[in-house]
């Protein structure tokens, strides 16, 4: 998630125009459009990239654009070389540039990483939702959160806990829901069903259960209205919207409590006030049993870290830094693994032959022998429908000081580099020229083996890379892995046909319309027996 503001600029979408921008201010910008227009021939702007205005930068390109502009961004991009400048509206000071260069990216997230911290224009915006937790710390409060997580997450203990969610809730939840979709019966045939909204569901209780130890229960029967998940989906809704707004607004609406603001700020309390209760709870089970030796997710294992952390009060860590830490977890986790899985799923059903190597493997992988643990060529699909449909498309880092990128581009102090994932994924020089297809064989060995690993991070940015690469990758592919092979063996994913499937403009590349499916019953299932599909790579 996060600090994608290349498509929090780009997603300025109707809705937010309608919502934040007044009738006056359209006319101001036409004005000021107009006026313009006589010297938009002497602005200069590196060759294929787009056209920097006056006061309003990108946007008017941007705007022409809506329709398509992830692959527009991708195609100025490859135009321009692989890095162009760009600056937003209304002087909020968003400027720098956008890349797709590999090794500018190797330079931003670690040879010079020291220089790049998320900074403080992304920790303003999302300070109401994130407090000081992981997604929105730099320097010591950052290391001391990764490394505190980090240890918790990637231990034997969390990995074989957190399998266990997955499992559980695929097996108690997602699986008897489809079953049941697939008996109701509907004009002759199964009933259709948003499959993205089915999966959003399952991953928000997935990470609430993972990072609190509570259910939230969005999967619930009925597929009822949650309020911590509304508000939580709201809070960060408001929150991206202050990317896109000129700051003196939404500053003086949060000032005056009024509008959007005033909502933001009531959610994001809602938000922080569930889980501040979650930790005092557990807290108060802790004094009483003296021990949460039974409870495994993140909350409880931090709470009871022992010997306590060198960077904790000697009694641990804070309430407050539990409290962050956890919503930033469920930020991080809520909704990517639920967004890739819908684009895979899609992507499987206009891929027979892809789907049926999946199959082979989900039915050896149930039969036992090697690859029951590894099921390499999920593996590989998985990754290789994340290369064309990443679930956070762009994202940046902000310079602290005046530096010069590989390629020779300048960035001032304060400007910001965004990499744009979404086009990487798609970049010829990187992935050759059938870049566009969706070959999973790409990542294999000979020997059918996933062999990610020989591609440089830098080249595959899905997960981020160097110190802040993902820290829940290995849980992420977990729960794709287990969802995907669960799923699959027992049902035929049919893809309603004449919708129209395409991207949000969004932070996250959710589906614009989701995707309606019907669930068909396999008339031979394969009888799953469950394992943890273990990541590839981490
Ligand atoms: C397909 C699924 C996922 C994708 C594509 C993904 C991608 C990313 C990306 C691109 C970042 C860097 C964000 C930034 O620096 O602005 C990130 C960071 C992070 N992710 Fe994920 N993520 C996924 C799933 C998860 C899950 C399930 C969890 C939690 C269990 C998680 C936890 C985190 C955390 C805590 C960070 C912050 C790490 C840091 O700043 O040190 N992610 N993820």
Known sequence: MAARVLVAAMALPLRFVREYVRASDLAVAAAV??????????LTSRRGAPMLWPVVGVLPALFAHLGDVYDWGAAALARSGGTFPYRGAWGGGSSGVITSVPANVEHVLKTNFANYPKGPYYRERFAELLGAGIFNADGEAWRAQRSAAAAEMHSARFLEFSAGTVRRLVDGGLVPLLDALSRRREGGGAVAVDLQDVLLRF???????????????????????????????????????????????????????????????????????????????????????????????????????????????????????????????????????????TWFFWLLASHP????????????????????????????????????YPPVPADFKEALEDDVLPDGTAVRARQRVIYFTYAMGRDKASWGPDCLEFRPERWLNKSGAFAGGAESPFKYVVFNAGPRLC???????????????????????????????????????????????????REQRHELRHHVPAAGED
């Open 33 to 42: 459009l107009f006026a313009c227009s006589a010297a938009r021939s002497r």
């Open 203 to 341: 991953a928000f209780d997935n990470i609430c259960a993972a990072a609190l130890g509570v259910d939230p229960g969005c999967l619930a029967e009925g597929l009822p209205d949650v309020p911590f998940a509304r508000a939580f989906e709201r809070a960060t809704e408001l929150s991206l919207a202050r990317f896109v707004t000129p700051p003196f607004v939404w500053k003086a609406k949060r000032r005056l409590r009024v509008g959007g603001e005033r909502e933001l700020a009531e959610a994001a309390r809602a938000v922080r006030d569930f889980a501040g209760r979650t930790v005092a709870d557990r807290r108060a089970e802790l004094r009483e049993a003296g021990t949460l030796a039974g409870r495994c997710d993140l909350l409880s294992r931090l709470m009871t870290a022992s010997p306590p952390p060198p960077d904790a009060a000697p009694e641990g860590y804070s309430d407050e830094f539990l409290r962050d830490i956890c919503v930033s977890f469920i930020l991080a986790g809520r909704d990517t693994s639920s967004v890739a899985l």
């Open 353 to 388: 032959d892809v789907e049926s190597r999946v199959l082979d493997d989900v039915a050896r992988a149930a039969g036992g022998g090697r690859t029951a643990t590894t099921m390499d060529y999920l593996h590989a699909a998985l990754t290789e429908s994340m290369r064309l």
């Open 471 to 521: 820290v829940g990758k290995r849980f992420a592919y977990t729960q794709m892995k287990t969802v995907a092979a669960a799923v699959l063996a027992r049902f035929r994913v049919e893809v309603v046909p004449g919708q129209e499937v395409k991207p949000k403009l969004n932070t996250t590349l959710y589906m614009k319309n989701g995707l309606m499916v019907r669930f068909a019953s």
